[in-house]
Structure formats: structure tokens, C-alpha cells
């Protein structure tokens, strides 16, 4: 392996800001097992000066916090990257009337427009003044309604090509201004040329500006061939970046992280790709824990040092941490997540099956009770591991999550099927697990308080305040209205009288886990 960087990012904008002291924990482990480069992900989560809007009550870093934490991390031989946004992916900035002119559509930045340009100029005159690096990744991904705002109510229709290669011509020219290298996601110069010749794509990359090509979504070595040989044809240096599966709920996906950064490192080794690192993303609430990821950042980064033998990889695990690697591993809930039929694919019902609700039961066509004892099963393993010092909290915080599911998984169901066949003695008798559940959720919250406390800052903690305080409240209500139900007070429970459909319109009745991830999936009104 001659790898030169192989980094971490973390996810420092989706509703979770990491604290200075857990950054610094991670870059202690990092340097412990020989990884060289971080990368925090900020959207609008970093102070700029001349923009007070800028971050506001989302917990942004001050230039203080960042410049003590890239200092840290040059003592510690770590380099630390700024991974921020010059295009798409600001759609918490744009909530406030101060960038009203500089919004496009969605959370797209208005390209051509002047003020666009002297925001991004103050964020990369920001930059670089904080960071000891000349290398920032400025993203521009994932911005699929380039130009369909007010840029084309100003111009008409524009090819996207057209649009992409201005703004990133504009934007590497400031950053070659403040003496700066930018890093850009790969995906948007392939979408914006979908059916054009391949080097037409060279043609919108500006000489300073390095591609990152990133890909989280398979196991197969072959794949990353592919695309590895696609960004080859770019004819410049390109980095990769991989996954470290944090962004699915509560529970990491350790098994999936390692099946797939395996395939992606070796064809990375094997093609001569010089630089790679694996994000950790918070989509959707950041609800799970970076550290809780640890044996797939120590599995990487082995990985990375030409180390495969499985066995040597778990002994040195064990050594960096105290706890075997395959305890540590049921922080996955492993036997629905790399069962089997789930091994080569992310599932996550830790998270839609907590928030489906009691009587509208949208997920309830695909699961039953046979996941209930699995639950059981895993909170009982997790017990003596709760006690551990120092990463003892995190599955004190999966232990209770499944506690909670091996009552509430299928609580619905049974609901559903006693209320439809009159089995008011049933229904009586499932109160008592509605109790159980509200006791259990209020303890998964408190432990998830504790999680987020020691690792966040408190930004971003009123969504699971509102989210799992809606979830408790509900719970409640459900239980009173199965009591007014039985006691004859009111007539039915009108959304128990509805059939129950397959959330993905599929028509068999076969039980699957899925990948659902937004939480309010779980609700047909509006939130």
C-alpha cells in the first residue's frame, strides 16, 4: 500500500456539532492507529465574522474552537482539511432573509449573481486565515436543480454544463486568490454531462480544482474499478472517499462499512489512487454516535497499511479499546443488519419501526414479532458492556433503543389485530405494554441525552427533544384511546379500521427490513 493520505471526515452540519473535546478524542485514536487527515464537514456550522447569519443558533465553530482543534491535530500528525460548501447543501443558511438574494432554488446558491460570489469570497478569506492547510474541499455535490430558480427566470433555460463551469471557474479563482487547492465531490461534473463525451468533463475542471470521487453503496471490488477508471479518464489526480455507515438512525452499520470500504481500499491500492478518506454522515438528526464506528475506522485503517488477516485485525482492535471487536459490533444490532439477506445492503428499522405509530402502522405490513426476541436477545448481550469507562454510554444508549423495540416492534400489529377481532380482553391486557413502552422510551432518552451531551454541543439536541417527546406523548395518547375505546366513551378507533398496505406498493406479503430514514416517514400529515 502507498497510500499518502487516509483520513476520517465527520459530519459536522446535520443537527449535530461535535465538540472540540470529542474531536480531539478521535484525533488521539486516528494517530494511535496511523490515520493522517480529518475532515469536518461544515456547511454553515463555522463562525464568519462578517456574517453574524452565518451559523446562527446552529452551534458553529468559532475561528478560536477551529483554530485550537487544527492545532491539535498538527501536534498530533494529523492534517486538518476544512470540507465546506460553495453550491448546494445550505439550506440551513437559507432559512434566514439576510441570503435571500444569493438562493437560487432549494439550497442552491444563485450562480452569476455578484452577491453569491462576495459570500463565497468571505468564506474562503475565512478559511484561509484558520486553517494551517492550502487545501479545502469546497463540495459542490448533489445539486440536481442547478439553474432551474432564479437563475432561469434570468437567463431562460441553461445547459447545466454551462452553469457548472462558470461557478466553479469563479469560485477556484477566489480560492487560487487566497493561495488556496480545492477539492470538489466528483458526482455533479458527471451529471451535468450525462450523455456528452467523456472529455468534455476534463473541459469543466479548472487546472487547480481536484476531483474527490465518492461512493458508499457497494461491496463489489469490481465496481470501484469502474468508476476508478472513469475519473482516471479525467486525465488528473483525483482522491477517494468512502463510507463509514453513521447516517441511518441510531444504530451504526459497521458489517456493511467494513464489506464495502474492503472492496473500495484494495481497488483503490490496486489502481494507484494516492489519497482516500471515509465519511461519517448525520443525515437526518445525527442520531448515531461517530465512536460508535470505531471497528470500522480500525478496520480501514489496517486496511490501509496492507493488513487483511481478520484475526490480527480484532487483536489489535481489542488492544486500542479494551473490548473485543465482536462486542463492540453489536452496537449493529447485527442479526437483522448483516443477517443474511441484509449483509450487502443497509437496513434500519431501529429507526422507522421506533417512530411508526401505534395505529396508522405504516410499517406494519412488513414486519411482525419474529425481530422482537432479537432485540431481547441484543440488549441482554450489550449488558456487561454498558459498564465499560469509557465507551461504556454508547451501548447503554443501543441497549435501551432495543429494550424499546422488543416491546413496541410489533406493538402495533397486535393492536391492530385485537381491536379488528374483538378481542377486548387483548386489548385490555396490551396496555400494560403501552406502559412499558413510554417507561422505556423516557430511559432510551435519557441515555441518548447523555451520548449527545459528551459528544455534541447542545445545538441541534431540541430535534430529539421534539422528536422522541412527540414519540412519548403519542404513546400516551394511543393508550388513553384504547381506554376510552374499552370503557365505551367513544365508539372505535378510526384509524385501526383501515387495511394496512405495503409501504413500498408491493404487492406480497413478504416481511423485509428496508432503509427509511426520515423519521416523519412514519406520519401521512403534514410536519
Known amino acids: 500500500m502507498n497510500f499518502q493520505r487516509v483520513g476520517l471526515m465527520i459530519d459536522c452540519s ?16 486516528m494517530e494511535t492507529i ?10 454553515d456550522t463555522y463562525e464568519i465574522k462578517e456574517r453574524p447569519y452565518f451559523g446562527y443558533l446552529r452551534g458553529r465553530y468559532t475561528q478560536e474552537e477551529l483554530r485550537e482543534i487544527d492545532s491539535y491535530c498538527m501536534e498530533h500528525h494529523v492534517e486538518l482539511i476544512p470540507c465546506i460548501q460553495t453550491l448546494a447543501h445550505l439550506n440551513a443558511m437559507m432559512r434566514w432573509r439576510e441570503f435571500d438574494d444569493v438562493v437560487d432554488c432549494n439550497d442552491i446558491l444563485f450562480v452569476g449573481e455578484d452577491k453569491t460570489y462576495e459570500l463565497i469570497d468571505d468564506i474562503l478569506k475565512t478559511v484561509s486565515k484558520t486553517f494551517q492547510t492550502n487545501i479545502v474541499h469546497i463540495g459542490m455535490d448533489e445539486a440536481g436543480m442547478l439553474g432551474m430558480g432564479k437563475y432561469r427566470q434570468k437567463n431562460g433555460y441553461t445547459n447545466p454544463k454551462t452553469i457548472m463551469k462558470e461557478h466553479l471557474t469563479r469560485v477556484a479563482a477566489i480560492a487560487e486568490k487566497y493561495g488556496l487547492q480545492p477539492l470538489i465531490w466528483s458526482d455533479m461534473l458527471f451529471q451535468v454531462n450525462e450523455g456528452g463525451a467523456k472529455n468534455e468533463i476534463s473541459e469543466l475542471i479548472p487546472e487547480c480544482v481536484t476531483p474527490v470521487y465518492w461512493d458508499y453503496y457497494s461491496v463489489d471490488k469490481a465496481h470501484y474499478k469502474v468508476k476508478i477508471k472513469e475519473h482516471q479518464n479525467l486525465g488528473k489526480p483525483f482522491w477517494y472517499a468512502g463510507g463509514l455507515w453513521t447516517w441511518t438512525g441510531f444504530s451504526p452499520h459497521n458489517g456493511y462499512s467494513i464489506r464495502e470500504c474492503r472492496a473500495a481500499i484494495e481497488s483503490c491500492a490496486e489502481n494507484g489512487v494516492e489519497n482516500i478518506f471515509f465519511t461519517m454522515w448525520g443525515d437526518n438528526g445525527a442520531e448515531t454516535s461517530v465512536f460508535s464506528v470505531l471497528p470500522s475506522i480500525y478496520y480501514v485503517s489496517q486496511l490501509a497499511k496492507g493488513i487483511y488477516d481478520e484475526a490480527q ?3 489489535g482492535f481489542e ?4 473490548i473485543a471487536f465482536d462486542e463492540f459490533m453489536l452496537l449493529d444490532i447485527p442479526e437483522i443488519t448483516n443477517s443474511a439477506e441484509n449483509c450487502d445492503k443497509t437496513v434500519n428499522p431501529d429507526k422507522y419501526m421506533l417512530y411508526n405509530d401505534y395505529f396508522l402502522g405504516i410499517y406494519d405490513a412488513i414486519t411482525d414479532g419474529s425481530k422482537n426476541q432479537i432485540y431481547h436477545n441484543t440488549a441482554s448481550s450489550l449488558d456487561k458492556l454498558t459498564q465499560n469507562e469509557e465507551y461504556g454510554y454508547l451501548f447503554q444508549t443501543i441497549q435501551s433503543l432495543c429494550n424499546v423495540l422488543a416491546v413496541k416492534n410489533d406493538l402495533g400489529i397486535r393492536t391492530r389485530k385485537a381491536y379488528r377481532g374483538g378481542d377486548r380482553e387483548t386489548l385490555q391486557a396490551l396496555l400494560d405494554d403501552y406502559t412499558k413502552t413510554e417507561v422505556a422510551l423516557n430511559i432510551f432518552y435519557e441515555n441518548l441525552k447523555v451520548q449527545w451531551y459528551r459528544e455534541n454541543k447542545p445545538f441541534g439536541f431540541e430535534v430529539q427533544d421534539a422528536r422522541l417527546g412527540g414519540l412519548i406523548h403519542r404513546t400516551r395518547s394511543c393508550r388513553e384511546r384504547i381506554k376510552l375505546y374499552l370503557a365505551g366513551e367513544i365508539d372505535c378507533i378510526e384509524e385501526l379500521e383501515e387495511e394496512i398496505l405495503d409501504p413500498e406498493c408491493i404487492k406480497d406479503e413478504n416481511k423485509r427490513e428496508i432503509w427509511e430514514n426520515a423519521w416523519n416517514k412514519s406520519f401521512i400529515g403534514t410536519i
Do not use: C, F, P, W
Request: proline content about 0%.
Open 313 to 315: 485485525i480484532k487483536q
Open 14 to 29: 446535520r443537527n449535530a456539532v461535535r465538540s472540540v473535546s470529542a474531536i480531539k478524542r478521535m484525533v488521539d485514536i
Open 319 to 322: 488492544e486500542l479499546t479494551g
Open 34 to 43: 496511523g490515520l493522517n487527515m480529518l475532515m469536518l464537514y461544515t456547511e
